[in-house]
């Protein structure tokens, strides 16, 4: 795989011609794009292709545009986008910067996709609400943030565009283990894994490994040709032993609106 093919790939597929999920808009703003949507939405920069003199023009057009709408946003920041001091340039703006990830790229083809689960898991497909909440009780658990604003997104994607994603439980007879999902992007040659993560007491035992596999055969059923995933350093190991390659590192900067007391 010629990496910085496949960077450029995905940089021209996934994030200048990014789409919009159910309920949100994609918006071009010059060398910008945007996601935005409601408070329970993904909104922020997906793309953007500046320069020392552009940088801190186009951050505050974007700052002014989302305080506008009353919302907090995020600028997904990646080690390639310039100029290279745009991280620098953002905090200085009012952002904060979250933990770096990794972008992470396989060839479907190279994954193993068959299925290793520990005595007693299955696995189990989310179709409706009731499997939606197992994956946000496996969030809060795994991860330890609220899952409200997730589910919400969830159950909306289920209803509007539910051929954008795929979802599985793993369960221990009636208990939910671990979860996972993929997000799948008609006309690009790359599908996403999100939100994987295993309840404490059932870490280290394969299934992490066993839904990266199931996701692997599905995208691979659905004719796509990556897989791509932001990777923490929790699952970065995990995902090298299976194929995939770091690409570059990619760091959230969120800003929030501020609040303002209103008048008695």
Same mark, same amino acid.
Request: charged letters at 20%.
């Given at each position: 795989?010629?990496?910085? =093919?496949?960077?450029?790939?995905?940089?021209?597929?996934?994030?200048? /011609?990014?789409?919009?999920?159910?309920?949100?808009?994609?918006?071009?703003?010059?060398?910008?794009?945007?996601?935005?949507?409601?408070?329970?939405?993904?909104?922020?920069?997906?793309?953007?292709?500046?320069?020392?003199?552009?940088?801190?023009?186009?951050?505050?057009?974007?700052?002014?545009?989302?305080?506008?709408?009353?919302?907090?946003?995020?600028?997904?920041?990646?080690?390639?986008?310039?100029?290279?001091?745009?991280?620098?340039?953002?905090?200085?703006?009012?952002?904060? +910067?979250?933990?770096?990830?990794?972008?992470?790229?396989?060839?479907?083809?190279?994954?193993?996709?068959?299925?290793?689960?520990?005595?007693?898991?299955?696995?189990?497909?989310?179709?409706? +609400?009731?499997?939606?909440?197992?994956?946000?009780?496996?969030?809060?658990?795994?991860?330890?943030?609220?899952?409200?604003?997730?589910?919400?997104?969830?159950?909306?994607?289920?209803?509007?565009?539910p051929e954008t994603?795929?979802?599985?439980?793993?369960?221990? /007879?009636?208990?939910?283990?671990?979860?996972?999902?993929?997000?799948?992007?008609?006309?690009?040659?790359?599908?996403?894994?999100? /939100?994987?993560?295993?309840?404490?007491?059932?870490?280290?035992?394969?299934?992490?490994?066993?839904?990266?596999?199931?996701?692997?055969?599905?995208?691979? =059923?659905?004719?796509?040709?990556?897989?791509?995933?932001?990777?923490?350093?929790?699952?970065?190991?995990?995902?090298?032993?299976?194929?995939?390659?770091?690409?570059?590192?990619?760091?959230?900067?969120?800003?929030?609106?501020q609040r303002h007391?209103?008048?008695?």
């Amino acid at each position: 795989m010629d990496h910085g =093919e496949v960077l450029a790939l995905f940089d021209r597929q996934m994030r200048r /011609g990014a789409r919009a999920e159910p309920g949100t808009r994609v918006e071009r703003d010059g060398d910008v794009v945007r996601q935005t949507g409601a408070d329970h939405d993904w909104n922020g920069v997906v793309w953007s292709d500046l320069d020392q003199a552009t940088a801190n023009v186009a951050i505050a057009a974007q700052v002014r545009y989302f305080a506008s709408l009353g919302l907090g946003f995020e600028w997904k920041v990646y080690a390639h986008d310039r100029p290279g001091d745009l991280g620098g340039r953002l905090r200085a703006a009012g952002f904060t +910067p979250e933990a770096e990830e990794t972008l992470m790229v396989a060839r479907i083809q190279d994954l193993p996709t068959g299925v290793e689960l520990p005595e007693g898991v299955h696995l189990r497909p989310v179709t409706g +609400p009731a499997g939606v909440d197992l994956v946000a009780d496996v969030h809060e658990q795994a991860f330890g943030t609220s899952s409200g604003p997730l589910r919400q997104r969830l159950l909306a994607q289920l209803v509007q565009n539910p051929e954008t994603v795929s979802m599985i439980v793993a369960m221990a /007879g009636d208990l939910p283990v671990c979860a996972a999902r993929m997000e799948l992007n008609p006309g690009t040659e790359f599908a996403g894994l999100w /939100g994987g993560g295993t309840v404490a007491a059932w870490r280290g035992r394969g299934i992490y490994r066993a839904l990266v596999a199931h996701r692997a055969r599905i995208a691979a =059923e659905l004719g796509y040709r990556y897989l791509q995933v932001d990777a923490s350093d929790q699952s970065r190991p995990i995902l090298q032993r299976l194929g995939f390659v770091p690409l570059t590192t990619t760091t959230p900067y969120v800003h929030q609106p501020q609040r303002h007391d209103r008048e008695p």
